[in-house]
């Protein structure tokens, strides 16, 4: 039975549970769940707060977990990356008051708030700076206004409640996070593995790909397939008129309004767009 851990709380929770069950998997719809059994894919679902999942996963206790790469890095637990998922994600950016700082380098001598000190820790180890490292549990844009630290280090969506706080983003990411799917380090890829990673990507491939049908003269028809290439190729079926020809393609989710465009110009009828619930390529 595959043991897998998923955040039971917080922004990765509810992405995680949907697109485990566009993957044909059983997710609780209530985060008071703690265990949730799927006999039909021999599986067991055990819900974490997210901070957690990398240690459980790298101890062996759980087989797989869908955890962020923030908050794996933080754990320095020994476990890997095996599939970015495409969501949640965010940076680990350094803040100052406004005005006080122009470079990262000003931070020797600093004390920096974090809820973060694996990532900070190991960063400032990297760039050879010296700084005192104030770990605090969440909130840390209060740091400097309380008096506990000279700046702050956070995961961050937009930097607006940094803003608020009256802090400057300094230099560029430490680190880009977001959802990932993590092992331990050095156990096998086993068959359950292998089909629970295959459907999360084809979960991902399914999103970001639509299918494409269109009718266009056998004239325009090289042309056209140039703009629908698919995967393989595209399929090209007869229409009863032999001057044209039925063709479906898989085409890009964010370029397909564009593609549509380019194929009415050239004469293309009937263009219709369909979702893809699920693949394998």
């Not at 079926?237 to 380019?262: G, I, Q, Y």
Request: net charge negative; aromatic share 6%; charged share 25%.
């Amino acid at each position: 039975m595959l043991r897998v851990a998923i955040p039971n709380k917080g922004v990765l929770s509810e992405p995680a549970r949907a697109m485990l069950r566009e993957a044909g998997y059983y997710a609780a719809s209530s985060s008071r769940e703690l265990v949730v059994n799927d006999p039909d894919n021999d599986c067991e679902f055990f819900f974490l707060r997210p901070r957690d999942i990398a240690t459980y996963v790298g101890e062996g206790t759980l087989d797989v977990g869908i955890t962020g790469r923030d908050m794996l890095l933080d754990s320095a637990a020994p476990a890997d990356e095996l599939l970015q998922l495409g969501f949640g994600g965010s940076t680990f950016r350094i803040a100052a008051p406004k005005g006080t700082a122009t470079s990262l380098r000003d931070l020797d001598g600093k004390r920096i708030a974090t809820s973060y000190a694996g990532v900070l820790t190991a960063w400032l180890g990297r760039e050879g700076i010296t700084a005192t490292v104030v770990e605090l549990d969440g909130a840390v844009e209060n740091a400097v206004a309380l008096g506990v630290a000279d700046w702050v280090a956070d995961v961050v969506d937009t930097g607006t409640t940094l803003k608020q706080a009256g802090l400057e983003v300094i230099g560029d990411p430490v680190m880009r996070s977001e959802a990932v799917v993590v092992r331990r380090q050095g156990a096998p890829l086993d068959a359950a593995v292998e089909t629970f990673i295959r459907r999360l990507s084809s979960v991902m491939v399914a999103r970001a790909y639509v299918l494409v049908d269109y009718d266009v003269q056998r004239v325009n028809l090289e042309r056209a397939c140039s703009l629908t290439p698919g995967i393989e190729s595209p399929t090209i079926s007869d229409l009863a008129n032999p001057e044209w020809a039925a063709v479906r393609a898989m085409c890009t989710r964010r370029d397909v309004h564009k593609v549509m465009d380019e194929l009415y110009d050239m004469g293309a009828r009937g263009i219709i767009v369909t979702d893809i619930h699920a693949c394998r390529l």
